[in-house]
């Protein structure tokens, strides 16, 4: 009981780029003066090639007690690209104690050490603004082991200072994927850019069988096309309806036109698509015209997504239109029902990027009507929590029923040019949704209406039976949304579906005879179903005539 442990000096976790030597001395000490001995465990001292050592070896025993006290280990790795891996390597340190008399105390110390693939190197950009695309080419890689490249892009510049053990590409970045090359690949050409807009790009290397990604290469950033034809900047829905919804397209004149080569003034012309049909294609919507804005209306808002562009004309010169903007399409928002909430999630394919650094918060607003008015109820970070927002009803406290809501969504977005104004901002469609309802609505009574048999001829073909009912009262009823009409068959007696309507009659026509059964279901909005309803049946009309006695 009067040992006490021995002690070693914890190194640090360590973050390496392959190919570093690790070298590390870790001394030792006992309070008792006792001998010690220090021990390694790790697969790095097992490793078919470059195995780390150990000196002394485990199982040494050294003194801790003066002069003598020089107990330490040096501990030496030397890394290659083969150990690069997602998770880091464990080494376990053991120090043990030899006293006279009594048992032996131990102590145990794991460092983490991760090996980490390098970044590449850029060897030269190459911007050609006539075709509108980027060349880049970078330094071959030093990895045997390399499996392929990562091509990441963004708009608008951002300051990242790369934290010493990370690895890969943050999703917090915002940077898309837009290429993977076979590690062969030592360029890459980035084509149809948007005018105006800065782009950046960084690239990332996949090391080993498992396709690690290693460091980031530095960003480069440039703004590859002027803005020499019309810039894009709005696409906002200002109306939603299916028959007159309106969409305001809003651009900047081509500031960076060579004005002596295309003498203003200048003038435009619009054309939509709407992406929502595959067979859409762009027409015009305009004629051709000076104003740099345009209200496009009649159009269903509420179903589809529309892309825009600009034709640019300078009449001094030609008739023909000299150049044509980048395209942008309207924000479209969708819902989803949850359990005590409702989840929306919004999506667009702009030139401009809504990945905003200075200006990240896209806007949420909330209304019990479609028509409004519609109250900003929160905002989503986009650069941490993407297109996507939970609406918990805990604006106001004032939590969520079982009615609708209408939504609409305001996007932030930028060029990262500073001619061009940013924040950009546009408005989604408006899109209702309501909470998860998991509780079925009753089942109506239907009743067979009464027709005048005397409407009927004995030789008509056309026979028909309408049904009534009422919606269910009370709680189970509130949601109701549609019904299901079923049908008894003639052959096999079981019931098949007429179709779901909406209304609270159904006129089953073309019929033979009427002598048939009929059973309803109650669907809510959020899709449950009701029990079947009691059947109701009809019987065929009783219409006899005599003949009279001439005949």
Not at 25 to 43: K, L, T, Y
């Amino acid at each position: 009981c009067d040992n006490q442990k021995p002690e070693l000096t914890q190194p640090p976790d360590l973050c390496v780029i392959a190919g570093t030597i690790i070298r590390f001395d870790i001394r030792a000490s006992d309070r008792n003066g006792d001998n010690i001995v220090i021990e390694g465990f790790s697969e790095v001292f097992d490793l078919p090639a470059n195995k780390a050592t150990l000196l002394p070896e485990g199982g040494t025993l050294q003194s801790t007690s003066p002069p003598n006290d020089t107990a330490s280990v040096q501990f030496k790795w030397e890394t290659t690209c083969e150990q690069v891996r997602p998770q880091p390597y464990k080494v376990i340190f053991k120090i043990s104690d030899r006293p006279l008399t009594g048992p032996r105390l131990v102590q145990f110390y794991t460092i983490s050490i991760h090996v980490i693939a390098p970044s590449p190197e850029y060897e030269k950009v190459s911007i050609n603004p006539v075709t509108r695309t980027v060349a880049l080419q970078w330094k071959p890689y030093g990895c045997q082991n390399l499996e392929a490249f990562q091509v990441w892009r963004r708009i608008e510049k951002l300051t990242y200072e790369q934290p010493e053990c990370n690895f890969g590409m943050p999703a917090s970045l915002r940077y898309q994927l837009i290429a993977e090359l076979p590690g062969t690949s030592n360029s890459f050409t980035d084509v149809d850019l948007a005018y105006g807009a800065q782009y950046c790009y960084r690239i990332v290397a996949l090391v080993g069988d498992k396709k690690t990604p290693g460091r980031l290469s530095l960003d480069t950033c440039f703004i590859p096309k002027p803005a020499e034809a019309p810039v894009i900047t709005n696409v906002s829905i200002e109306s939603t309806s299916e028959k007159d919804g309106e969409v305001l397209v809003r651009w900047t004149r081509p500031f960076d036109i060579d004005s002596q080569q295309y003498p203003p003034p200048y003038f435009y012309k619009v054309f939509r698509k709407n992406e929502s049909d595959p067979q859409s294609t762009f027409e015009a919507v305009t004629t051709v015209m000076s104003d740099t804005v345009c209200a496009d209306a009649q159009l269903n808002t509420g179903a589809n997504t529309y892309r825009y562009a600009v034709e640019l004309y300078v009449p001094s010169l030609t008739d023909a239109p000299v150049d044509t903007s980048s395209r942008a399409s309207s924000i479209y928002l969708t819902t989803r029902s949850l359990l005590n909430g409702i989840d929306l999630s919004w999506k667009a394919s702009t030139p401009w990027y809504n990945y905003s650094v200075a200006h990240p918060y896209h806007l949420i607003y909330r209304s019990n009507s479609p028509a409004g008015p519609f109250e900003l109820i929160d905002s989503v970070n986009v650069l941490e929590g993407d297109f996507h927002y939970t609406d918990t009803g805990a604006y106001n406290h004032g939590g969520l029923t079982e009615d609708s809501y209408y939504y609409k969504v305001k996007t932030r977005g930028t060029y990262g040019n500073a001619r061009i104004i940013s924040p950009i901002e546009n408005f989604s469609q408006i899109a209702s949704g309501q909470i998860l309802d998991t509780l079925p609505p009753c089942a109506p009574t239907p009743a067979v209406a009464r027709v005048n048999c005397g409407n009927f001829a004995c030789d008509q073909s056309d026979y028909y039976t309408k049904l009534e009912w009422q919606t269910p009262e009370g709680g189970c009823g509130d949601d109701v949304a549609a019904y299901e009409v079923l049908v008894q068959s003639d052959t096999s007696g079981a019931y098949t579906s007429l179709g779901i309507v909406t209304e609270n009659t159904y006129v089953h026509r073309n019929l033979k005879s009427l002598n048939k059964c009929y059973r309803l279901i109650s669907i809510d909005r959020s899709g449950n179903r009701s029990d079947t309803s009691a059947a109701v049946c009809n019987t065929n009309c009783l219409n006899f005539k005599l003949p009279n006695v001439i005949t």
